[in-house]
């Protein structure tokens, strides 16, 4: 495993991580506590430090499954988890963004994760009008005071994506993004991204996959169950034309060596990115993903790159 530190926090964080949505039960799959147990020791064996989950995936049921793999060695993992939103059953959020809301948040996930501090709470999916918040960044500054908080950052919408809160970031205290990173969609590049190396900030790129369109295993024959979110938030013309991405895409992918590998290993490639944060929905993924770390493109010599 390779490491990078996630931009001025000090944090030394695996070039792989484990994000954790599927847990939540939307992804056409109910986890079990034995399965995420396994999944979650299996990513420790192979170097693998960074978790990354929500409060609203399941009602912090990812957390609640996530608590009991780690207890025992919770100074191993680096635990990053979000606030702003409230489940309200499949697919469905309520947004949370006033202080009094997000300090119940907290609470709540403190308990799930078992834990008594998180080490990146970050600002999850909103509009810049919820960004700007009265008095909830004072409030997350007082989490990071009173030690349940180790580091503040920004999980930047894909819907609702706007440079102006990664421009903020600094100014509110925030020293990570996330962003939506892969190579279908790259949009963040044009200013995202810089932003945050301008700022020094650490970057954590979610869905490298694109949805696990880019392990090439997809063809337009395939289907996903009712209870899986791409069956839910995408439409067949949408489908397809990633579908025509990939195809078109396979031709960069050099011999020998699997497309999903090769997929995150090019996100890493760019110097803004920390962490790549793909699913794994088994042991088997957390291992061919960690593999993704060796891959020539991934360079040693990366400007964040930790010893």
Same mark, same amino acid.
């Given at each position: ?89 499949? $697919?469905?959020?309520? *947004?949370?963004?006033?202080?009094? /809301?997000? +300090? &119940?948040?907290?609470?709540?996930? =403190? ?112 289907? $996903?169950?009712?209870? *899986?979110?791409?069956?839910?938030? /995408?439409? +067949? &013309?949408?489908?397809?034309?990633? =579908? ?64």
């Amino acid at each position: 495993m390779k490491y990078r530190r996630l931009g001025q926090t000090g944090l030394r964080v695996s070039v792989i991580g484990v994000g954790t949505w599927q847990y939540g039960g939307e992804w056409g799959k109910d986890f079990t506590t034995a399965e995420v147990d396994a999944i979650l020791a299996k990513a420790a064996e192979l170097g693998i430090n960074l978790i990354d989950t929500a409060e609203c995936y399941g009602d912090h049921l990812a957390e609640r499954l996530i608590g009991p793999a780690i207890k025992g060695r919770r100074e191993k993992w680096i635990i990053a988890t979000k606030f702003g939103h409230r489940f309200n059953g499949p $697919f469905q959020r309520d *947004d949370l963004f006033e202080p009094a /809301q997000v +300090e &119940e948040q907290l609470e709540r996930s =403190l308990a799930a994760l078992q834990t008594d501090y998180i080490d990146l709470y970050q600002f999850h999916s909103g509009t810049d009008g919820m960004f700007d918040t009265p008095g909830l960044w004072e409030k997350l500054s007082s989490f990071v005071a009173s030690g349940k908080v180790r580091h503040l950052g920004i999980s930047i919408s894909k819907t609702r994506a706007s440079v102006y809160q990664a421009d903020q970031a600094s100014d509110v205290g925030a020293e990570a993004v996330q962003v939506v990173y892969n190579r279908i969609e790259c949009q963040t590049e044009k200013e995202i991204l810089p932003a945050c190396l301008r700022q020094g900030l650490g970057v954590l790129a979610r869905v490298p996959l694109a949805s696990g369109f880019l392990s090439g295993k997809y063809t337009r024959q395939s289907r $996903f169950s009712a209870t *899986d979110v791409r069956a839910v938030w /995408q439409s +067949e &013309e949408e489908r397809l034309h990633m =579908l025509e991405q990939v195809e078109r895409i396979k031709g960069e992918v050099p011999e020998g060596v699997p497309m999903a590998q090769w997929a995150l290993a090019w996100c890493l490639q760019h110097p803004a990115v920390s962490c790549v944060i793909p699913g794994s929905k088994s042991v088997a993924q957390v291992e061919a993903n960690a593999q993704a770390a060796d891959l020539p493109s991934v360079a040693d010599r990366h400007p964040l790159a930790a010893g």
